[in-house]
C-alpha cells in the first residue's frame, strides 16, 4: 500500500504564507489522485477544506488553496491566522482505496 | 440536515471481534461511497475501508482479511464487522463520506482493544 508523507509540523508568522505538501511514495501525485485537505481541530471531527485537488467547499476560507506542485499536492495559506493552527491531512485515491498522509501540524506564531 | 451515527465500539479483548455500526439520516448510504476511518489516540487519520455505491469494497492493508464493510440499504446503515482485534486496532472510528461537495463524518466510536 502507498505511503503518503506529508510535513509532520510547520510553523507560519500571522498573516504569513505557508505551504504544506503531500507526496506519494508511488511517484508523482496527479489530479488523478483525487488530492483532499482535511482540517482537524482538537477534539472535532476532520472537516474538507479542498477537494480534487484545487476545489474549495463554501466554508473554506479564501486564503487556502490547493494545486499540484513539484510532483506534489500542495496547500498553500496566505495571510494565516490564529484560527488556522490545527492539524492538516491529505488524502489521496489510489484505484478506489484511500490513504491518509500522517498529517502536519500548522503552528501559527 | 446530514447525521451519521456511530455506535457498537467497547472494550474488547485481543483477539475478539466487534460490530461497528453508522446509521444515516439525510443521505442515503447506497447512492454515495462511505468510509470507515480510525484515529488511534493522539495519532492521525487513518483511511480503513470503503464501499462504493455499486458495491466495490475496498481494506486498509492494516485490517484486510480482518475487517468486513457492509450497509443494509433498507435501514440506511453502514456496517464495519471487526475480527481478530489487535492492540493497534485501538481507536475512535469514524464513518465518513466524501466527494464533490459532499463532506460529512460521524462524531466517531471508541474501540479499544485490551485484555
Known amino acids: 500500500q502507498a505511503v503518503v508523507t506529508q510535513e509532520p509540523s510547520l510553523t507560519v508568522s500571522p498573516g504569513g504564507t505557508v505551504t504544506l505538501t503531500c507526496g506519494s511514495s508511488t511517484g508523482a501525485v496527479t489530479s488523478g489522485h483525487y488530492p483532499y485537505w482535511f482540517q482537524q481541530k482538537a477534539g472535532q471531527a476532520p472537516r474538507t477544506l479542498i477537494y480534487d485537488t484545487t476545489n474549495k467547499h463554501s466554508w473554506t476560507p479564501a486564503r487556502f488553496s490547493g494545486s499540484l506542485l513539484g510532483g506534489k499536492a500542495a496547500l498553500t495559506l496566505s495571510g494565516a491566522q490564529p484560527e488556522d493552527e490545527a492539524e492538516y491531512y491529505c488524502l489521496l485515491s489510489y484505484s478506489g482505496a484511500w490513504v491518509f498522509g500522517g498529517g502536519t501540524k500548522l503552528t501559527v506564531l | 440536515e446530514v447525521q451519521l451515527v456511530e455506535s457498537g465500539g467497547g472494550l474488547v479483548q485481543p483477539g475478539g471481534s466487534l460490530r461497528l455500526s453508522c446509521a444515516a439520516s439525510g443521505f442515503t448510504v447506497s447512492s454515495n461511497y462511505v468510509s470507515w476511518v480510525r484515529q488511534a489516540p493522539g495519532k492521525g487519520l487513518e483511511w480503513v475501508s470503503v464501499i462504493y455505491s455499486g458495491g466495490n469494497t475496498y481494506y486498509a492493508d492494516s485490517v484486510k482479511g480482518r475487517f468486513t464493510i457492509s450497509r443494509d440499504n433498507s435501514k440506511n446503515t453502514l456496517f464495519l464487522q471487526m475480527n481478530s482485534l489487535r492492540a493497534e486496532d485501538t481507536a475512535v472510528y469514524f464513518c465518513?463520506?466524501?466527494?464533490?461537495?459532499?463532506?460529512?463524518w460521524g462524531q466517531g466510536t471508541l474501540v479499544t482493544v485490551s485484555s
Open positions: 465518513a463520506s466524501w466527494g464533490g461537495t459532499r463532506d460529512y
